[in-house]
DNA sequence: CAGTACAACTAGTACGTACAAGTGCTACGT
DNA sequence: ACGTAGCACTTGTACGTACTAGTTGTACTG
């Protein structure tokens, strides 16, 4: 028995003054004079309680600073209703993703429960919240979701990956037609006039071999394997920086560069404009996102666009069709991405053709 | 009575196929054969077990994939030891300081709850589902919090604002002494040389109003009250390449801008270097933040550091101090920053005077 | 050998809410 | 007049855990 006699009225091992309970349902229903169990009835927006009596209750719980325990809720419900959401905050994309995420959850009846993945913090640890807090499903954002962590087996709860490492059966994915996007790019450029088109490559980063292999194709697609040049990096602006100065270093540099996400591309557009180099007079550089960085007016990065709205979206009806509808199969969906054109790709610069002026 | 005798069995209103009941500690404690009490003293790792019983409660809990519902320790625990945290993603200093505080709020024995501030949702909004999770204080970061919420007079949670925008009174405050930042900027571009250095603002921004005082306070100080320039701005890059243009169309350009923040100074770089004007050889620039941004390769941007990890640090100990430790005064922490020299700041150009080359 | 101390447990209840199953009461039809 | 709805409400539990107050059993003290 708890604090038999009432004597924990005293404030807490000594902690600020005499911080007075929070108040309950029990509290409300005493000043209106009902039962608890109406005033439930009122919050939960139920049938079963007279207009007048609900707007006595409400006034009550203002008057007294009333505000529903999530953690009661929680633990008598029978449906936690909770999304748990695992991402970075690194790449902007996957902030744009997050933010959709909010409206997506609540059009569905859904809370997010966020849950940042930091390096002191692994993924483990991250989920053991998430699913300790009784969250239904979970949809992770461009990162390796583990597989084999203890609560995934049977009755665990659903998870959904957005733009994963790697697919894993028993999810429902989310990604994008990144060989489509990728086509997009190249056959963007090949219209322009490129021959020499080059990639970064994003490396063990989500969806860096799809993009790799998308551009491979295209490249082949277009009759210019030999030109293919697959450049290793991931999704930083350091990476797109260090193979900037390695073109530099070269003889020639390629008229074109796709680069594995928006990031890489900043990087790589900053460092050759420090050198001297116009983009895109003397290369054009496409980037992979259209984030916010891709927009920015000196910038102005054609940029493959995966649309964070729709992929939240899809996300979220994913676990509601699981949740709600009874789906069991796992499901696989793939967005098509559209290429937005803005100033950073432009005709390639006469390479080694006797013609003159190589600038527009 | 909830589902008597056992009919609720058959799995909840046709979601997937008879998902199992998750295991509770009762579970554990009848596989091992003890009381459900001894099986939460061995999670919470409290004396009263012998070590052999303990090995058994863990084996059995393994077992059985029990993991402790965070609903229901909430709810009976005395202090639900959570923290809840207000907090944008926009602003890549931000989100160095969320990372940050996981690693001190777990070293002081707390949980974080996050709460992103979403266009469509409103502050209230997200304050209040901190509040039905018993956070038992609050850490806002880089935004304007409703001192007029309900929630927060007399009983409601502890408020700790990281750089708020405004100072309200009951609650704690973490922010940057930032006169002395712009001090250190303006000390370090005068020894330079510099005279003419401008300052774009942050308008409504946390911490703009400090600044810009700064700002001119430190430009008096030095006799140089006839150069001080204030360009309008807010925290975003568009607006430092809004000045940028500004700047561009008039007959001479300043000789150096401390812009207000490092995003600020990013639109500002980028534009200048497309329109050819020299970094620092034509211009230098000031940042403020010392984010990912500032230590780029390619941007490598003089700035004020705030130290996203102190400030994380100071305000969950401020938090600590009120709820373990009885403090009711109100604090004001003030951290001191750090003026970060990198390659956006060099000697002035020769302006207008007669003496050769104005490059370095 | 009685008495005490301690370790290792168990019993019982309370946390704040949701849900199922009642209980009055009024209105209505036959 | 009697039965029957249906509304507006109440009663009684149960959710899974934490915490207080026992209750054993064993070893040790004087």
Avoid: W
């Avoid at 006034?59 to 009661?72: F, K, N, Q, V």
């Avoid at 949740?323 to 098509?336: N, S």
């Amino acid at each position: 028995m708890d604090d038999p006699g009432g004597t924990g009225r005293s404030d807490g091992r000594g902690t600020s003054a005499a911080r007075p309970k929070r108040p309950t349902m029990s509290d409300v229903a005493a000043r209106v004079g009902v039962s608890q169990a109406l005033v439930s009835l009122v919050f939960r927006n139920q049938p079963g309680a007279s207009a007048d009596t609900r707007r006595r209750v409400f006034r009550a719980a203002e008057e007294l600073g009333y505000r529903p325990d999530t953690a009661a809720q929680l633990l008598r419900r029978t449906r936690s209703r909770q999304l748990g959401v695992l991402f970075t905050m690194r790449q902007p994309h996957d902030v744009g993703v997050v933010e959709a995420l909010y409206s997506a959850a609540r059009k569905h009846g859904y809370t997010l429960v966020l849950n940042a993945m930091v390096d002191t913090r692994d993924e483990r640890q991250a989920m053991d919240e998430l699913l300790g807090l009784r969250c239904e499903a979970i949809i992770t954002i461009g990162t390796t979701f583990e597989r084999h962590h203890p609560a995934t087996g049977v009755g665990g709860p659903f998870v959904v990956e957005i733009n994963p490492l790697t697919r894993a059966a028993g999810t429902d994915v989310v990604r994008t037609a990144e060989r489509n996007g990728m086509r997009q790019a190249v056959d963007h450029l090949v219209a322009q006039g490129h021959r020499a088109i080059a990639h970064i490559d994003g490396g063990t980063m989500p969806a860096a071999d799809d993009r790799r292999r998308g551009y491979r194709a295209a490249m082949r697609r277009h009759g210019l394997a030999d030109h293919i040049q697959v450049h290793p990096g991931d999704y930083t602006e350091e990476s797109g920086a260090r193979v900037a100065r390695d073109l530099l270093a070269r003889a020639e540099l390629p008229t074109a560069v796709i680069a594995g996400n928006d990031r890489c591309a900043h990087g790589l557009l900053g460092t050759f404009l420090r050198a001297g180099v116009r983009v895109p007079e003397d290369v054009s550089i496409v980037g992979y996102d259209d984030s916010q960085l891709a927009r920015l007016s000196f910038i102005d990065l054609t940029s493959v666009r995966q649309d964070a709205a729709e992929a939240a979206d899809r996300a979220v009806r994913a676990a509601v069709e699981r949740l709600d509808e009874g789906r069991t199969a796992d499901r696989d969906i793939v967005l098509d991405p559209t290429l937005v054109v803005r100033g950073s790709t432009g005709p390639p610069r006469a390479t080694s053709t006797p013609d003159g002026d190589p600038l527009r």
